[in-house]
């Protein structure tokens, strides 16, 4: 019985680490999928940021729903593993008026 409580505590540490691991693993890079694959998880997701290249990222969004009331959707493109330009998306943006 003495090694009752060690095992528990060994337990616990495991699955905080298992945890741990799983939330540090990074968003999704754009460039290690294919074009429908990166379609697919904007259109599963509604919103995500992706990363684009290796030091950018962007907010890629399926519809007007995952903006802000005062901004827009403009089309958004980006590469993938299989195209240079996919347009995996759409992005918010400020909604700027035209004189």
């Known amino acids: 019985m003495r090694n009752a409580p060690t095992t528990i505590i060994v337990g ?4 905080l ?3 741990a ?10 460039r290690t999928m294919t074009c429908e694959q990166a379609k697919q ?5 509604g919103g995500v ?18 903006c802000e009331r005062s901004e827009v ?3 958004e493109w ?5 195209d240079r330009a996919c347009q995996v998306g759409y992005r918010c943006a400020p909604h700027t008026q035209r004189n």
């Open 73 to 75: 959707l403009r089309r």
């Open 78 to 82: 980006t590469q993938t593993l299989d």
């Open 12 to 15: 616990s540490l495991i699955s």
């Open 21 to 30: 691991s799983a939330n540090a693993q990074g968003r999704p890079d754009a």
């Open 49 to 66: 940021v992706i990363t684009t290249g290796q030091r950018t990222y962007q907010r890629f969004v399926k519809d007007r729903r995952y």
């Open 17 to 19: 680490l298992w945890v």
């Open 41 to 45: 998880l904007v259109a599963d997701l």
